[in-house]
Structure formats: C-alpha cells, structure tokens
C-alpha cells in the first residue's frame, strides 16, 4: 500500500452553543470570510467553492448563516437569537465534515474566537465503512476549554468516560 492509498475515514464534529453575547451583525460576510479563513487554515482544509453567508429569512429567530464546501467535504454554521427573550439567548450550531484529518480541539478554539462561546455540547465522530470501527465522543466545555469527554466504541459495546 502506498501512501497514496485513500482510506475511507470521514471525520465529524458538531458543536452546539450558548453565546455569550450577540454578534455584530452589521456586515455578515464579512465575519463569515474570517471564519473560515481561519478555520481552514487552522485544519488544513481548502475551499472547493464560493462561500455562502445569508441572512435568517425567519423574523422569530434572526441571525445568519455560513457555508463552504470544502474540497474534503464541507463546514458550516447557523447563528441566530431569540427576539423576545429577556437576554436574547444567542446560539451557535456549526458542522465541520471531512475526509481528510483535523483536530476538533482547532475548531473549537476558532469558534470561540469568532463566536464567544459559553456553554456547548459538542460531538465529535471518526466514521468508517464498517460501523463497528466507528469512534464517537461526547463533549461538553464553556468557552474554548473542554470540561467534560465521553468516549464510545461500539466494537467493544463498552462506554469509557474521561472528565478532563
């Protein structure tokens, strides 16, 4: 096997998160450049295609949104804010999908640079042909520190749980 080879690997990270403040919404596609600028280079991953950044069309939840192909598949992200809600509660859910390798600790790192983070869950998944070689994690953090992880491989049917 030469190192050429391709392995069909995809990895996955979600994260899900309270903001904590709202964004500066005055110029979206502006911010959504520098997102992904800096999260690609900080993953290694390159754009396939023009980037995406539109407006919420829903008046119950404003905000925006980001997307970019990737020439390993694709990263994008849905802020938006409540309104009528005493604090406005922001929020942020965001995917990054690949086949080629990344640390989903650089991701959180950016998102929290460019969103603010408070609390997040997040999930982060190592795909594979077979499902029995598929390795999931849970995680939970506040700003770009990672509180809690919880590792699962169905091969082993066993949960490992490591509170960092």
């Known amino acids: 096997m030469t190192s050429d080879h391709f392995l069909p690997i995809h990895k996955i990270f979600v994260l899900d998160a309270e ?28 754009p396939l295609a023009p980037m995406s950044c539109s407006p919420s069309a829903d008046p119950r939840a404003p905000g925006f949104s980001g997307v970019q192909e990737l020439t390993t598949s694709h990263t994008s992200f849905h802020y938006f804010w409540e309104p009528h809600a005493a604090t406005k509660n922001p929020n942020l859910h965001l995917d990054l999908y690949s086949c080629g390798p990344f640390a989903y600790e650089d991701a959180i790192r950016i998102a929290h640079k460019h969103f603010g983070l408070g609390e997040w869950t997040g999930n982060f ?40």
Do not use: H, W
């Not at 903001?19 to 390159?46: H, R």
């Not at 953090?141 to 509170?163: F, H, L, N, W, Y």
């Open 125 to 164: 998944i190592e795909r594979q042909l077979n499902p029995l070689d598929r390795i999931s994690l849970q995680i939970i953090g506040k700003g770009d520190i990672i509180q809690e992880s919880v590792a699962m491989s169905p091969r082993k049917g066993e949960k490992r749980t490591a509170v960092l």
């Open 19 to 46: 903001l904590e403040t709202l964004l500066d919404e005055s110029n979206p596609q502006e911010f959504c450049k520098n997102y992904f600028t800096e999260l690609l280079e900080a993953v290694g991953m390159k």
